[in-house]
C-alpha cells in the first residue's frame, strides 16, 4: 500500500521504491522484460513540464481517436484542464533517457455526495507506446485513489474502439458496466460507444 503526503509525495510504498525528495520510482514489468530492466519514474507534474507534454498531448487530441475533447483545442485551455491543483493531483512520467513520455490526471470524479469515487485521465507519448508506462501511470492512480480514501474509481468514457485501453483497464480490474451507444464520433469508424468502466478500491 502507497501512503501520500497531502502534496502527493509518497510517504511509504511496498512494490514502489522510493527515493528521497519528491521523486519515486514506478517499476513496469512489462517494459523490464522488454526493454532490459528500464524504468519510469512517476512524479508530481511542474510548470516546466507542459512544453514537454504538450507536443504529443496535442497530437492525441488532435487524431479525434480516444478524448471528447475539441480537436483544434489550444494549450492554454488543455494546460487549464489538466494541470490540477490539490486536491486533484497531475503527474508525469519520464523515462530512463529523461524523456518525458506520459502524464495522467486523477481527482474525484463528482462532487457531494459523489465524492467518494475517483477517477483519472491518462495520455501516453504514441511514439513511446506500449512500453508500460500506461499500465505504470493506471497503478499509480489506483494506489493515489486508496490512499486518499476513495472507495471505487471510475472512467466515464473509454471510446469502445480504443481497445488497447479497454483491455489495460479489464487487466487492472475495471468492468465495463454499461455503455453509451454511437455517443462518440470517430474519425474513421463513424459513430461509436462509450464505454463507462469501474472498479472498487
Not at 2 to 15: M, Q, S, T, W
Not at 79 to 105: F, I, Q, R
Not at 136 to 152: D, I, N, P, V
Amino acid at each position: 500500500m502507497l501512503r501520500f503526503a497531502d502534496d502527493g509525495r509518497v510517504e511509504d510504498y511496498e512494490k514502489w521504491a522510493y527515493w528521497p525528495g519528491k521523486l519515486h520510482w514506478a517499476p513496469t514489468r512489462r517494459r523490464r522484460r522488454r526493454d532490459e530492466g528500464r524504468e519510469v519514474l512517476i512524479r508530481p507534474a511542474a510548470g516546466h513540464d507542459w512544453s514537454s507534454m504538450w507536443p504529443f498531448m496535442r497530437r492525441i487530441v488532435a487524431d479525434g481517436e480516444t478524448y471528447s475533447y475539441d480537436r483544434d483545442l489550444d494549450s492554454g485551455e488543455a494546460k487549464t484542464m489538466w494541470m490540477l491543483a490539490p486536491p486533484g493531483h497531475t503527474v508525469v512520467a519520464v523515462d530512463a533517457d529523461s524523456a518525458l513520455v506520459g502524464t495522467a490526471k486523477m481527482h474525484r470524479n463528482q462532487g457531494g455526495p459523489g465524492s467518494h469515487v475517483a477517477t483519472a485521465s491518462f495520455m501516453v507519448d504514441p511514439e513511446r507506446a506500449r512500453r508500460g508506462t500506461g499500465r505504470a501511470l493506471g497503478e499509480y492512480a489506483l494506489a493515489w485513489a486508496r490512499s486518499h480514501g476513495f472507495s471505487g474509481m471510475q472512467f466515464n468514457a473509454v471510446v469502445e474502439t480504443n481497445t488497447a485501453a479497454v483491455n489495460l483497464w479489464t487487466s487492472l480490474g475495471f468492468s465495463v458496466i454499461g455503455t453509451v451507444p454511437g455517443a462518440f464520433r470517430h474519425p474513421r469508424h463513424g459513430d461509436v460507444g462509450l464505454h463507462v468502466m469501474f472498479r472498487r478500491l
